[in-house]
């Protein structure tokens, strides 16, 4: 069974740019989750869906965060416009019926 | 309200058990979870515990849940240096939500 996908791996912006950060959940899972991890902490949830609605988004920063799964599979997770404090790895996690929750690789964000 | 905590560094002797501590706030977690994370790489599941058991063992790992204290624990057997990592305890919420603690970085001396 194929893992969690995320691309890309690593990315660096300047500050005030925009980046999107892609998700591919494993196959089946409906809940699809977007964590925050700075350097030396632990994830922190920045939105789950379910499906392709939106069950939790009360940690997301809106008005520069931004996260859409519009067929209810893959997602994307969008920062406009970066600052530096954004930079961090961007964990996606999925789940199905159990209460397993897998993560991907992550995206690594420098923003200089 | 939610919160997790770990002490932050650990350091074994190849062969030597590991003991991981965390405590959680949350009574009405009804899981709780071990994750592994190796330099550059995602979140590894090592194992959860179901919030009515007391014991959970897993090869080399054993899970102790102190549910009155709100104290979890992850025990390595004979640890090896492949297990150095930073170890994640995490409780969820009544949505699904992980609340994760800092992590504990083991470190593995041969």
């Known amino acids: 069974e194929a893992g969690v996908a995320q691309s890309p791996r690593y990315k660096i912006i300047e500050k005030r740019q925009s980046v999107a950060f892609w998700c591919n959940p494993i196959?089946?899972?409906?809940?699809l989750y977007w964590y925050q991890q700075i350097l030396g902490q632990g994830p922190k949830l920045l939105i789950q869906?379910?499906?392709?609605?939106?069950?939790?988004d009360s940690q997301l920063p809106k008005d520069r965060f931004s996260a859409e799964r519009l067929k209810g599979v893959d997602s994307t997770l969008k920062i406009q416009p970066a600052k530096l404090e954004d930079s961090a790895v961007y964990l996606c996690?999925?789940?199905?019926?159990?209460?397993?929750?897998?993560f991907g690789p992550g995206t690594r964000l420098t923003v200089t | 309200g939610e919160d997790v905590e770990q002490s932050l560094f650990l350091s074994v002797r190849e062969g030597d058990s590991s003991v991981i501590n965390c405590t959680y706030t949350?009574?009405?977690?009804?899981?709780l979870y071990w994750y592994k994370q190796e330099p550059g790489a995602g979140l590894q599941l090592l194992t959860y515990?179901?919030?009515?058991?007391d014991m959970k063992q897993d090869q080399r790992l054993t899970v102790l849940l102190n549910k009155k204290d709100k104290h979890l624990s992850l025990r390595i057997a004979d640890t090896q240096t492949g297990d150095s990592a930073i170890y994640f305890c995490?409780?969820?919420?009544?949505?699904?939500?992980?609340?994760f603690g800092q992590g504990t970085e083991l470190s593995v001396k041969p």
């Open positions: 196959s089946g899972h409906a809940t």
């Open positions: 515990i179901f919030s009515n058991m």
């Open positions: 996690a999925s789940n199905g019926l159990g209460v397993e929750q897998y």
């Open positions: 949350d009574s009405s977690s009804t899981y």
């Open positions: 869906f379910q499906n392709n609605g939106v069950v939790d």
């Open positions: 995490a409780e969820n919420n009544q949505g699904g939500k992980l609340i």
